[in-house]
């Protein structure tokens, strides 16, 4: 059926209130968008959930819902009643599951690792293909921190290796490298509800026993051939000691989830351990790699 959409401007301090207010007038739906694309990041665990300085709140209404009878009470409400910054629009009746599946296609990474929505035919079943629908957890491919780490694994003998990803998320750099053969994986992440998303994306790939997932308060001491950490820079740079302690002797490491004007500092500091290689760049961000000392 047919629905119409209301927007208000909000910010951090608005957000939680005009969702309330749109709830309380019927809306089916309540959604934040950001209204300057400035990324907001998963908070941690019992952390207040922090919303963007300049913030649209979306409701979805009937079709039949009346509008004007909903404008008029909110902009009675609304603490600049005159001003109320807000937009209606009519959206056209779809399949919006469908809609939303159509969005995902098979993707690959290098030479021979395919990420493929399980809706989706595999490309080439001859590739290593990791079968991965988005989900819980943030890293379906399609960012390009993510992206950069799928290539570098690809570009690695991983058969009998042992790998540490920190910040593991959906698990998608964990499946990765066990699908490219690795014989263990230990995926370490702050969040209970990533752990949850890889474990269920491990086990719908059928490679669940090589996968050891933890908390940081639970993570084990442990040496790996091969070390990734996904996250953002100032994780990347406060963690270093750890992050590190995790690498073997001339193991492998990358770092991503890091923009460029971030990347010469990170680059100064893992080069205290490692012999780090060129800068690989993508849409401004970025992955720095290399061997430990």
Not at 39 to 63: C, K, Q, R, S
Not at 210 to 232: C, E, H, M, T, Y
Not at 248 to 264: D, I, M, T, Y
């Amino acid at each position: 059926m047919p629905w119409i959409q209301l927007r208000l401007s909000a910010n951090e301090d608005t957000s939680e209130k005009y969702s309330d207010w749109l709830s309380a007038c019927g809306a089916q739906a309540v959604t934040f968008i950001d209204a300057q694309d400035t990324p907001i990041y998963e908070p941690l665990p019992g952390d207040e959930v922090i919303y963007w300085h300049n913030t649209v709140v979306m409701g979805l209404f009937d079709a039949s819902h009346d509008m004007d009878k909903t404008i008029t009470y909110l902009k009675s409400i609304h603490p600049d009643k005159n001003n109320m910054a807000y937009k209606l629009e009519q959206l056209e009746d779809k399949d919006w599951e469908r809609e939303w599946m159509d969005n995902f296609h098979p993707m690959k990474f290098g030479e021979r690792l395919w990420i493929c929505p399980s809706w989706r035919e595999v490309p080439d079943p001859t590739a290593v293909n990791v079968m991965l629908d988005p989900g819980l957890a943030f890293g379906t491919g399609t960012h390009p921190t993510t992206a950069l780490c799928l290539t570098w694994l690809d570009g690695l003998d991983l058969v009998g290796k042992t790998v540490v990803d920190f910040g593991c998320g959906s698990g998608i750099l964990s499946l990765a490298a066990l699908k490219l053969g690795a014989k263990k994986v230990i995926g370490i992440d702050i969040d209970p509800q990533a752990l949850q998303a890889s474990k269920a994306n491990a086990e719908r790939n059928g490679i669940a026993d090589r996968l050891a997932l933890f908390l940081p308060k639970d993570q084990p001491s442990f040496k790996a051939d091969v070390v990734v950490a996904n996250i953002l820079a100032g994780p990347l740079r406060e963690l270093a000691p750890t992050i590190i302690e995790f690498v073997a002797p001339n193991g492998q490491l990358a770092l991503s989830g890091v923009l460029e004007e971030q990347a010469n500092e990170l680059q100064n500091i893992y080069s205290q351990w490692c012999e780090m290689d060129a800068i690989a760049v993508q849409d401004e961000w970025v992955r720095l790699s290399g061997k430990k000392n």
